[in-house]
């Protein structure tokens, strides 16, 4: 058992190449190593004793989930909504993003 600052052991994992690229560009950005968030996440799990965010399936449909139709139709409703003036104000909206938390 290494018991010196400095002594390391590699990880392996197997993620969608075009996932890495735009999280390791994102980290890129804020200058983070991947090593650092990794190291960082296995603190926090040992820290709180699990995952330390939540990993749950979003009620609302996300892009992934829709079909191409679906989503044009989703933005088309929208466009609408906003030229005839049927959304919501900001202050409305946040109200009710708050009812739901």
């Given at each position: 058992?290494?018991?010196?600052?400095?002594?390391?052991?590699?990880?392996?994992?197997?993620?969608?190449?075009?996932?890495?690229?735009?999280?390791?560009?994102?980290?890129?950005?804020?200058?983070?190593?991947?090593?650092?968030?990794i190291d960082?996440?296995?603190?926090?799990?040992?820290?709180?004793?699990?995952?330390?965010?939540?990993?749950?399936?979003?009620?609302?449909?996300?892009?992934?989930?829709?079909?191409?139709?679906?989503?044009?139709?989703?933005?088309?409703?929208?466009?609408?909504?906003?030229?005839?003036?049927?959304?919501?104000?900001?202050?409305?909206?946040?109200?009710?993003?708050?009812?739901?938390?």
């Open positions: 058992m290494c018991r010196f600052y400095g002594c390391s052991a590699n990880v392996t994992a197997r993620v969608q190449p075009e996932i890495k690229r735009q999280a390791e560009a994102i980290l890129d950005k804020i200058g983070l190593p991947v090593s650092v968030l960082t996440l296995y603190r926090q799990i040992i820290m709180t004793g699990g995952v330390p965010y939540s990993l749950t399936v979003p009620n609302l449909p996300t892009r992934d989930s829709m079909t191409d139709a679906e989503f044009n139709a989703m933005m088309e409703k929208g466009y609408h909504q906003a030229k005839t003036g049927e959304g919501l104000s900001v202050d409305e909206a946040f109200a009710k993003i708050r009812e739901g938390i």
